[in-house]
């Protein structure tokens, strides 16, 4: 199948990489207007890169602990994204606060998928079973995930679309993660379909 040109997306990622295999496949399969041309990890040793091996799309490790300041840091991964002529980022699992350099660095144009409804279960802390975790504790009925518009506040961005995800009254943190990965994945891949395509109109 001959591959589709499009926009030049980059993937963050801190974790097993899920959501960037599927965006890659996508993209692949010429489903998303998307050249996938990087990865960007702060971790070594982690499934995303895995993925990316497999998939046979660049990657670059920016550890925080490597730079004297968050400014420094900022800056290196401002300026890959422009060294890869990038001009859409998905944070997929990406744990770091993103800096307004990164932010200036594709104009803005970079979303974020996090795991609850937002506002609830947001903000510095509130990631992976940490967000599903405070969820089944405080007695919730409903849970899901979030896409929104990343900017230079953990989760306040504009928020594009939401999923619902029912919580169960037997549920877990670990089962009401599993079952709000299952709807978060899909949910992605079309909210990405629909904001580039607006983009490319």
């Known amino acids: 199948m001959t591959s589709i040109k499009g926009t030049n997306l980059a ?3 801190s ?25 960007i990890t702060d971790k070594e040793e982690i499934g ?22 968050f400014d420094d840091w900022d ?21 770091r606060k993103i800096g307004p350099h990164t932010l200036e660095a594709v104009k803005g144009q970079m979303i974020n998928t996090h795991p609850s409804l937002l506002p609830s279960y947001g903000g510095k802390g509130m990631y992976g079973i940490n967000v599903h975790k405070a969820v089944v504790e405080n007695g919730e009925k409903v849970s899901g995930c979030t896409v929104h518009w990343v900017n230079d506040h953990y989760d306040e961005g504009q928020i594009i679309g939401q999923k619902q995800v029912e919580v169960l009254p037997d549920d877990t943190p670990e089962s009401l993660a599993s079952r709000v990965k299952a709807v978060e994945n899909p949910f992605l891949i079309a909210v990405l379909k629909s904001v580039l395509s607006k983009n490319q109109s």
């Open 11 to 13: 993937i963050l990622a």
């Open 15 to 39: 974790g097993t990489g899920t959501n960037f295999k599927d965006i890659v496949e996508s993209a692949q399969r010429n489903e998303l207007p998307v050249e996938v041309k990087l990865l």
């Open 48 to 69: 995303a890169i895995a993925h990316a091996k497999n998939l046979q799309i660049p990657f670059v490790v920016i550890k925080p602990r490597s730079f004297l300041n």
């Open 75 to 95: 800056h290196e991964v401002a300026e890959t994204l422009v060294n890869y002529e990038i001009e859409f980022v998905v944070l997929a699992g990406f744990l």
